[in-house]
């Protein structure tokens, strides 16, 4: 099959690429586009370190076709920057020991985000399901999950001229 | 600064997505590598195929013959080839690589490659390999054997009022770090530099240099953020890393060779298979008179770590307990199955889920509680190990053992369950583990690596640590941060760790065997005070001083003298004395010591196990970063888990079968429980500040604290890992019957 063109917007910038059909919307951003945050772990959908937001949902970017993804909008890890609450979420799995190797952090930080949208005030075991779809081999998943309460709980706070 | 929890160093990079790990890394003109590797488990190549339709001249093809040096992974017995030539041992065995700019047209020509082989017979368990009907190494196929003596255990059985005995085994585990191993190798007229995830950059760089026969500074390896390594990136990445160089020296392009999860999972090592037989002479009072122990392991084809794992397996396998007859006798032997090899815990989770197991079996036949057959036996100060090592500091057992009771709640809830049980389908119960795991190489090891780290100071006064030691999740570029910041009184940021760059760090040894934080910060700390001596010397700086003033009398020190760097060298403890002979003397440093306690339910309908709690109370010297400790403890806790119940490596022919995430299954933030972590400090007289290896410690308590648990709530004996719950459903049946 040839090569075919799509349009992406990432991170609110638009791109017009010429893809292979069924190269992974993981393998775009990884490869064409160099925003080597989202990561990739297994490759079907297991681990999570390669979340992206499409279109507002929360996704496996290892399991989304290209084409599938034309006319998209995607934020990744470095497109979040611009988000006031990612900022906070990443400070908290900085200081409450949410990180160690970093390689699942992108994934977590992403679900985390998408988790605290949809229930600003969850419980740890709402908080221990909301990341079940990311997998973590060195934490032990305590320190993550304290991360995202604590982080829970800062942006339920008002916000100070930042 | 010591015991604070400052801000991981590397975290905004990670948290953000910044931090460069190998498969993010590139350089201009990259090709991309594959292996093609033995589809069968032994026999003799006797021809490749290089099928149709590939353009066969527009890629670089490196087989055997081509490698200018010696054709192996040079570590301790240089037995494992880096490509098969005319023999292969194992499915998934590196034959050919192959590479190409164009990564769809490299996996088509890697399928379009056949590599006949006339098999032969294999062996592909343990039993057949002791049976000798093939010989497969060396003449018996026995990699390594130990004894272990103390006392005389032959003695011992007549005094005893009971002799317990148990067999136990435990199945192969994936490391599972979420970054696949994966090298990039650059040749330029100066040499080769290989840049990649790794533990132990100069294992690598050795490995390179015997591999292409040159001399050391041609060649230079670099470690890029490690994605998790828990042993898996010990050994293994030396392959890689020759695998990437061999294709980028042949093609003279750079070249990147990253597995996906799937390659990762087949051919890469995990850890040993073993089986564990337990006879034991005990009295009525439960004091424990004679061992005699039988550790076997499956070491795979070649020979890679396993004599080193199977030591640690052996010397752990007491325990922390005082016994005046011990034998341990142990046997590494070879299969046809890829090279099991180094794993967080390196051989004691193995001895110990046996050990541990058995005291519960020892406990129940005399008819005294768990708990007081583990106190009556701990080992004191003053005491001796079963390799006649005494032991020199305060040993706080006692106190772990009593807060682990406490902070679990343990005696209220094992009534409770006691009662409810008969009326519930799903059945709790509790379980101890106690255990100690040895900090630092084994033996004479740390005499031999004379590790060197460094300490070098900028005319503005920000302090540099040189060591090959490296960050792979951790913590160490923070804990050996906070050391050489505390031991210079300057804040943290003043102080950063160097790349680990082999052009640039001296040969610090590996980072393995719980040695980062205790061997290396301990030369760290020294490397810093002798530069402090250097400037109070040269009468620049006071006794106390500022940040400036330090600045300052750094600059002025350097203005004057040139570069300011100090190295330290590794020097044993006094007293310390080791045969490695007769395995016998002070096999290491020094122990942290551990008791966890697990409480599980056990649904018999579905037979699914749940860790319902977890408390894992240690003492590991002093802690350097309470938060990254606790990381370190849970996080070990995690895997340990997922040893006991879930991580099933399905063989078939030699070769994992589940060689997937969605098979090999790992626990997810649902299948933990919150692991509770509490310390108890006991300054370690000759780590830095105080402290002591903490990196595999929690590994090897979970699987019994598990079992003894599961055994507690169904009432009748369980000695395998995994439990997974078809394997339970099998056992119960048997009991039942």
Not at chain 2, 68 to 85: K, M, R, T, V
Not at chain 2, 517 to 545: D, F, H, N, P, W
């Amino acid at each position: 099959m040839p090569k075919q063109q799509v349009q992406l917007r990432v991170n609110g910038v638009g791109y017009n690429l010429n893809v292979w059909p069924m190269e992974r919307l993981l393998d775009v951003l990884r490869h064409e586009l160099q925003l080597t945050g989202t990561k990739d772990g297994c490759g079907e959908g297991e681990c999570g370190a390669c979340l992206v937001m499409l279109n507002g949902n929360l996704v496996n970017s290892c399991l989304v076709p290209i084409l599938q993804a034309d006319g998209a909008e995607v934020t990744t890890i470095e497109g979040a920057a611009a988000d006031r609450d990612i900022a906070r979420i990443q400070t908290a799995f900085i200081e409450h020991g949410g990180i160690q190797c970093g390689f699942c952090t992108p994934g977590m930080v992403m679900s985390a985000l998408d988790l605290l949208k949809k229930n600003p005030r969850p419980s740890e075991m709402e908080v221990r399901a909301g990341l079940a779809g990311c997998l973590c081999r060195c934490t032990g998943y305590v320190r993550i999950c304290e991360s995202v309460l604590k982080a829970s709980q800062i942006l339920q706070e008002p916000r100070s001229q930042e | 600064m010591i015991g604070i929890p400052v801000q991981r160093k590397e975290g905004k990079a990670k948290a953000t997505g910044h931090a460069v790990y190998v498969d993010d890394f590139r350089l201009p003109g990259m090709l991309y590598g594959v292996t093609v590797r033995s589809s069968v488990p032994r026999g003799r190549i006797t021809a490749i195929h290089f099928g149709p339709g590939i353009p066969w001249q527009e890629f670089t093809v490196v087989r055997a013959r081509d490698i200018p040096g010696a054709n192996c992974i040079s570590l301790i017995s240089d037995d494992q080839p880096c490509l098969a030539d005319s023999f292969v041992n194992h499915r998934e065995e590196p034959v050919l690589l192959l590479a190409h700019q164009n990564r769809c047209l490299l996996e088509k020509a890697k399928l379009a490659i056949r590599i006949e082989v006339e098999a032969l017979p294999a062996v592909l368990s343990m039993e057949s390999s002791l049976a000798c009907t093939q010989i497969i190494w060396g003449t018996d196929n026995i990699f390594k054997s130990f004894l272990i003596e103390k006392g005389n255990i032959d003695e011992v059985w007549s005094k005893a009022d009971f002799i317990i005995e148990g067999e136990y085994s435990t199945g192969a585990q994936e490391q599972l770090y979420l970054e696949t191993n994966g090298m990039v190798a650059e040749i330029t007229a100066d040499g080769l530099t290989v840049w990649g995830s790794m533990q132990c950059p100069y294992y690598v760089h050795k490995a390179l240099t015997k591999l292409f026969g040159w001399k050391d500074d041609r060649i230079r390896v670099i470690q890029l953020e490690t994605g998790g390594g828990f042993g898996g990136k010990e050994e293994y990445p030396s392959m890689i890393a020759a695998h990437a160089a061999l294709l980028s020296w042949k093609s003279g392009k750079p070249v990147k060779l990253v597995y996906d999860r799937s390659e990762d999972l087949v051919a890469t090592t995990k850890r040993h298979p073993a089986r564990i037989r337990h006879r034991t002479a005990a009295q009525r009072d439960g004091k424990i008179l004679g061992m005699e122990i039988d550790f076997t392991i499956d070491g795979g084809a070649y020979a890679t770590l396993t004599p080193v794992v199977l030591s640690r397996g052996a010397i752990h396998a007491a325990g922390p307990y005082e016994c005046p007859n011990v034998r341990i006798r142990s046997t590494a032997l070879a299969t046809n199955v890829p090279p099991h090899g180094a794993f967080r815990g390196f051989g004691a989770p193995q001895t110990l889920f046996a050990l541990e197991r058995h005291m519960d079996k020892i406990a129940s036949a005399i008819g005294l509680s768990p708990e007081a057959v583990r106190r009556r036996n701990f080992i004191r100060k003053g005491q001796t190990t079963a390799t006649g090592q005494q032991i020199r500091e305060d040993v706080v057992m006692d106190k772990l053992l009593d807060r682990a009771l406490k902070e679990s709640d343990f005696h209220a809830r094992q009534s409770r369950f006691s009662l409810e049980n008969p009326r519930s389908s799903v059945k709790r119960g509790m379980g101890i583990a106690a255990f100690l795991h040895g900090a630092g190489f084994t033996g004479s090891g740390e005499r031999y690596l004379s590790s060197i780290a460094g300490v070098e100071v900028t005319t503005t006064g920000n302090v540099l640590v040189l060591t090959s030691g490296v960050e792979m999740g951790q913590g160490s570029k923070t804990t050996l941060a906070q050391i050489v910041a505390s031991a210079l009184n300057l804040p943290l940021d003043q102080v950063d760790i160097a790349v680990p760059d082999t052009a640039r760090v001296p040969n610090s040894g590996p980072t393995v065997a719980s040695r980062t934080c205790m061997v290396i910060g301990k030369l760290v700390e020294s490397a810093a005070l002798t530069i402090q001596q250097k400037l109070r010397e040269a009468g620049m700086l006071g006794a106390g001083y500022s940040q400036s003033e330090f600045c300052s009398a750094c600059s002025n020190y350097i203005q004057k003298y040139g570069p300011l760097k100090s190295y330290a060298k590794y020097q044993a403890p006094a007293g310390i004395e080791w045969d490695d002979e007769k395995h016998q003397g002070d096999a290491y440093g020094t122990f942290a010591w551990a008791v966890h306690i697990a409480e599980v339910s056990v649904d018999t309908v579905t037979c699914q196990i749940r860790v319902e709690d977890y408390v894992a109370v240690q003492e590991v010297g002093r802690v350097i970063h309470p938060v990254l400790a606790a990381g370190q403890i849970e996080g070990g806790v995690a895997q340990g888990i997922g040893y006991a119940l879930y991580e099933n490596v399905a063989w078939t022919d030699g070769r994992m079968e589940n060689c997937q995430m969605t098979n090999y299954i790992i626990p997810t933030s649902v299948d933990t429980p919150r692991i509770r972590v509490f310390f108890e400090e006991n300054p370690y007289s000759h780590g830095p500040m105080g402290a002591k290896g903490i990196g595999e410690l929690p590994i090897d308590g979970p699987a019994p604290a598990i079992v003894n648990a599961i055994q507690n709530a169904i009432g009748f004996s369980v000695d395998f890992i995994p439990v997974m719950p078809e394997a339970l459903l099998l056992a119960m049946e048997m009991q039942n019957a």
